[in-house]
T-cell receptor, first 113, second 114 residues
């Protein structure tokens, strides 16, 4: 199947700093990518849908100014957590969809001190 | 909008026993259904999927699931579990529309003991 990579796999940052997470589809072009967040022992919650060349669509309750999403090309989407705080600590997972299936990245574990 | 409900948050079983993890979905249109497994501190791994055709779907690691449209269910089964099957299992639903995301259930923790 198709491969989706994420970088970094884990990151620790100080409160107030910004963190950028990259998501790449390695062997297919993804018009649409998705960002999910997973808190410990909980399910994946869809944060936003990222469309190449246009603004992302955020789910209700997700702060668009805090979680900046850029989908500049058909193989790259980035999520920037701005002014991160400890409550933003979570596992962030990106996903890219081809015609039918979604393929998931391995996730990025963010810890904000 | 679609939704999925996993009826059991935790399922403890003994090794070599059969197991069923239950999943019900809600949708006004035809759906695609998936089961994923997540081991501790790891990403998602696709177990199996139903897109169309045969309602009995076989996946990896000896798992299978049956799509039941009348009961809007997609239960996951394995006839004999191993200790290594201990993990979190997620049922997910989407529709055949470009740009539509998978929606996940809350997950079921399968604990296999000897």
């Amino acid at each position: 199947g198709a491969v989706v990579s994420q970088h970094p796999s884990w990151v620790i940052c100080k409160s107030g700093t910004s963190v950028k997470i990259e998501c790449r589809s390695l062997d297919f072009q993804a018009t649409t990518m998705f960002w999910y967040r997973q808190f410990p022992k909980q399910s994946l919650m869809l944060m936003a849908t990222s469309n190449e060349g246009s603004k992302a669509t955020y789910e209700q309750g997700v702060e668009k100014d805090k979680f900046l999403i850029n989908h500049a090309s058909l193989t790259l989407s980035t999520l920037t957590v701005t002014s991160a705080h400890p409550e933003d600590s979570s596992f962030y997972i990106c996903s890219a969809r081809d015609q039918t299936l979604q393929f998931f990245g391995p996730g990025t574990r963010l810890t904000v001190l | 909008a679609q939704s999925v409900t996993q009826l059991d948050s935790q399922v403890p079983v003994f090794e070599e026993a059969p197991v069923e993890l239950r999943c019900n979905y809600s949708s006004s249109v035809s759906v695609y259904l998936f089961w994923y497994v997540q081991y501790p501190n790891q990403g998602l791994q696709l177990l199996l999927k139903y897109l169309s055709g045969s309602t009995l779907v076989k996946g990896i690691n000896g798992f299978e699931a049956e799509f039941n449209k009348s009961q809007t269910s997609f239960h996951l089964r394995k006839p004999s579990v191993h200790i290594s099957d201990t993990a979190e299992y997620f049922c997910a639903v989407t529709i055949n529309q470009a740009g539509t995301a998978l929606i996940f259930g809350k997950g079921t923790t399968l604990s296999v003991s000897s």
